[in-house]
């Protein structure tokens, strides 16, 4: 059970890829009341380190005895580590936060968004799941939509960038780039096709529906976590060759009347979201401006012109940051919070 302390020791699990070097980033930039941290990471990883606070911290490998006196147990290493290890370090003791798809749509495990549905995370919580990146940044822009006027049906595409895939998704796109400037054949390890200067119609393994596993993540997880299984949704995910950010195109139906202009002014108060929105001066929301910034940005709003009671809207969210590893450290921080009111 945590408590109420001045300093909690944290691991980080996966502390050396793209998503947990940013959760122990966040850790010190949101001033987190770390007593210890404690990078963990496979054994080819021992012998790193990762800087906190200014000080190198020995990266230490992932064990099952790696949780004692942990309070917060950050993950970011994959479903299959987590599925492993999170329930060994909650059984420890420690409050585990998972970016993994392991434990999201489990019945008795909270799927987490603070701004959207922080009641959600019961008083032991033991696993707490984050959603996925792409979720994250819709639900966003959605959950004051549907307080205000009940959401009916969401029509979604993404246009989610490389980092979503890792470290070597990025290099990968790097290198592709440099090799089509210079007229040179390029060779496609992470994707199965050519990510530069291309799009990619496919995320994630195809199901029977000829949906993909990202695709129906959206469905699923949106429902859960705005707890209402009426709500339809239809995405369609698509890599582009950005490096960091994700971008959606949304339009959404509800079964109350609706204008563009009055939704402007709900977002522009709604917590974790700047509304972009001024088509005559060319502002809208860009993935190099929502890069490494914590705000999902949203702008594009419009009335839908084929519809009565609907609208269109652009959202634009870091996928590493608020799409992954500031949502985990939010959730920690919404406890601690808690013990504290």
């Given at each position: 059970?945590l408590?109420?302390?001045?300093?909690?020791?944290?691991?980080?699990?996966?502390?050396?890829?793209?998503?947990?070097?940013?959760?122990?980033a966040?850790?010190?930039?949101?001033?987190f009341?770390?007593?210890?941290?404690?990078?963990?990471?496979?054994?080819?990883?021992?012998?790193?380190?990762?800087?906190?606070?200014?000080?190198p911290?020995?990266v230490?490998?992932?064990?099952?005895?790696?949780?004692?006196?942990?309070?917060?147990?950050?993950?970011?290493a994959?479903?299959?580590?987590?599925?492993?290890?999170?329930p060994?370090?909650?059984?420890?003791?420690?409050v585990v936060i998972?970016?993994?798809?392991?434990?999201?749509?489990?019945?008795?495990?909270?799927?987490?968004?603070?701004?959207v549905n922080?009641?959600?995370?019961?008083?032991?919580?033991g696993i707490?799941?984050?959603?996925?990146?792409?979720?994250?940044q819709?639900?966003?822009?959605l959950?004051?939509?549907?307080?205000k006027?009940?959401?009916?049906?969401?029509?979604?595409?993404?246009?989610?960038?490389?980092?979503g895939?890792?470290?070597k998704?990025?290099?990968?796109?790097?290198?592709?780039?440099?090799g089509?400037?210079?007229?040179?054949?390029?060779?496609?390890?992470v994707?199965?096709?050519?990510?530069?200067?291309?799009?990619?119609?496919?995320?994630?393994?195809?199901?029977?529906?000829?949906y993909?596993?990202?695709e129906?993540k959206?469905?699923?997880?949106t429902?859960?976590i705005?707890?209402?299984?009426?709500?339809?949704v239809?995405?369609?995910a698509?890599?582009?060759p950005?490096f960091f950010?994700?971008?959606?195109s949304?339009?959404?139906?509800?079964?109350k009347?609706?204008l563009a202009?009055?939704?402007k002014?709900?977002l522009?108060?709604?917590?974790?979201v700047?509304?972009?929105?001024?088509?005559?001066?060319?502002?809208?929301?860009?993935?190099?401006?929502?890069?490494h910034?914590d705000?999902?940005?949203?702008g594009?709003?419009?009335?839908?012109i084929?519809?009565e009671?609907?609208?269109?809207?652009?959202?634009?969210?870091?996928?590493?940051?608020?799409g992954?590893?500031?949502?985990?450290?939010?959730?920690?921080?919404?406890?601690?919070q808690?013990?504290?009111?």
């Open positions: 059970m408590k109420l302390k001045d300093g909690y020791n944290v691991a980080v699990v996966g502390a050396t890829g793209a998503v947990g070097s940013r959760m122990t966040i850790l010190e930039e949101r001033k009341p770390v007593a210890k941290l404690v990078p963990l990471a496979s054994a080819r990883s021992v012998g790193k380190t990762v800087t906190f606070r200014g000080k911290v020995p230490q490998e992932l064990r099952d005895d790696s949780f004692q006196d942990i309070d917060f147990a950050l993950f970011s994959g479903a299959t580590v987590s599925k492993k290890f999170a060994i370090a909650a059984r420890a003791g420690a998972d970016n993994s798809s392991a434990f999201r749509m489990e019945k008795n495990v909270p799927l987490v968004v603070p701004e922080p009641h959600a995370v019961g008083d032991d919580p707490i799941s984050n959603p996925n990146c792409s979720t994250i819709m639900v966003l822009a959950k004051p939509i549907h307080d006027y009940r959401i009916k049906r969401v029509v979604v595409s993404t246009y989610q960038s490389v980092s895939t890792g470290q998704a990025i290099e990968e796109l790097r290198d592709q780039s440099h089509v400037l210079a007229g040179q054949p390029v060779a496609s390890k994707y199965p096709h050519q990510i530069a200067f291309n799009c990619i119609p496919h995320i994630d393994e195809f199901l029977e529906s000829g993909t596993k990202e129906m959206m469905v699923n997880e429902r859960k705005m707890e209402d299984d009426s709500i339809q239809s995405p369609t698509v890599r582009v950005v950010a994700h971008s959606e949304v339009n959404v139906e509800t079964e009347a609706i202009e009055d939704v002014k709900l522009s108060s709604a917590p974790g700047k509304v972009v929105d001024a088509p005559d001066l060319k502002q809208y929301p860009l993935a190099i401006d929502a890069a910034k705000a999902v940005l949203v594009r709003i419009r009335n839908d084929s519809k009671r609907a609208v269109n809207f652009w959202v634009v969210g870091d996928n590493l940051r608020k992954a590893a500031l949502n985990a450290v939010q959730i920690a921080e919404l406890l601690v808690r013990m504290k009111s």
